[in-house]
């Protein structure tokens, strides 16, 4: 069974409050560090100019059409972090959900980057969670969102 795909313009957004969320963990003297978070950096970039996260949204819709307005926003959020966590994960060399649990909790810089940092602390990394995250989307969705941020990445 294929995914009717929906072309528009922009999707559905969740609004994120960056501006309550605390400063990243200064990192000085670490050329890695600076060239990994700049590689981040344009990820993100590209994730947002390319509307990714909107067609992840439009994804996670399907089969979940009937669902009340609650667990639908529940659904999408889970949505965004599942595509930013695999993204994530993909860029690390899809090391095991365990020890992606641990790294992700122990850094400010890749919480953010997941969509897990909020002014609370760093939440929802467990490796369960993660394994879910994972599973969220069909092979088909997978495929063609690595394709446009391939694509627009370029």
Request: charged share 30%.
């Amino acid at each position: 069974m294929g995914v009717k795909l929906i072309h528009k313009a922009v999707g559905d957004e969740i609004a994120l409050q960056r501006w309550l969320r605390p400063a990243l963990t200064t990192v000085g003297s670490n050329k890695d560090y600076g060239q990994f978070r700049e590689q981040l950096d344009a990820v993100d970039r590209v994730r947002r100019a390319s509307h990714l996260e909107s067609m992840a949204m439009d994804f996670a819709r399907v089969g979940f059409e009937s669902v009340d307005a609650g667990q639908l926003r529940r659904r999408l959020e889970f949505a965004r972090k599942a595509l930013r966590v695999n993204v994530l994960r993909m860029l690390l060399g899809n090391m095991p959900f365990r020890q992606l649990s641990r790294t992700i909790a122990s850094s400010d810089l890749l919480a953010d980057f997941c969509g897990v940092r909020t002014i609370e602390g760093i939440k929802g990394v467990s490796k369960s969670v993660l394994e879910r995250a994972s599973q969220c989307f069909t092979a088909e969705p997978v495929r063609w969102m690595g394709q446009v941020l391939y694509r627009d990445g370029r």
